[in-house]
């Protein structure tokens, strides 16, 4: 049975406007509503593609109502240690922000989003590791004005992506489809299979 045509419709748009210079790097994030979550916001905003790094936890199952089924609209890479995920993310051209609460942290709403960039996040006790923020091109912070000094992980995705959605929507990045067509075309047959 062939996909109806508002179902090609669909994909088509929304592969349109999927941004392969946006990752997020997810750093042994173990609760599974936590990954979900951060997978349903990757895909509201466009990234095509997020990296996995767990050395000290196991990825956890992610459910499909959890996730809305967010997970299966977005490819995972996994890397075997951080050093090999930071490595393989510079030879591609990014830059790499961790979240990490430091001296020398910027303001989230300092960085230039628009550029080929990657927003890594760490696990929920220990955040970002020391190693993954040194790392990085840069750490920085959410602004915040309360007596708490972090976000859940989750919410933390979803401010710092909708903050890159808000600067490539300015920049009118979501106007022309930054796939190149043979990996629109392929990834169109793909999506219309699930």
Known sequence: MSPSDERVEKVSSVLSRRQPDLTVVMENIHDPHNVSAIFRTCD???????????????????????????????????HRSRKECIK??????????????????????????????????????????????????????????????????????????YEALRQRSLAGQFDTPKLAKENLGRLTDVWLRR
């Not at 936890?57 to 609209?73: H, L, M, R, V």
């Not at 030879?91 to 979240?99: D, K, R």
């Not at 840069?138 to 989750?154: D, E, K, R």
């Open 88 to 161: 393989t993310l510079k030879n591609e051209g990014f830059v790499i922000y961790a979240t990490h609460l430091g001296n020398q942290s910027h303001s989230l709403y300092e960085l230039s989003l628009v550029q080929k960039v990657a927003l890594v996040f760490g696990n929920e006790h220990r955040g970002v590791s020391d190693e993954m923020a040194s790392l990085a091109d840069g750490n920085f912070v959410i602004p915040m004005m309360g007596m708490i000094q972090s976000l859940n992980v989750s919410v933390a995705a979803a401010v710092s992506l």
């Open 44 to 78: 509201a905003v466009g990234v095509l593609q997020v990296e996995l790094v767990y050395t000290e936890e196991k990825f956890p199952t992610i459910g499909k109502k959890s996730s809305s089924s967010a997970n299966k609209w977005l490819l995972r890479r996994k």
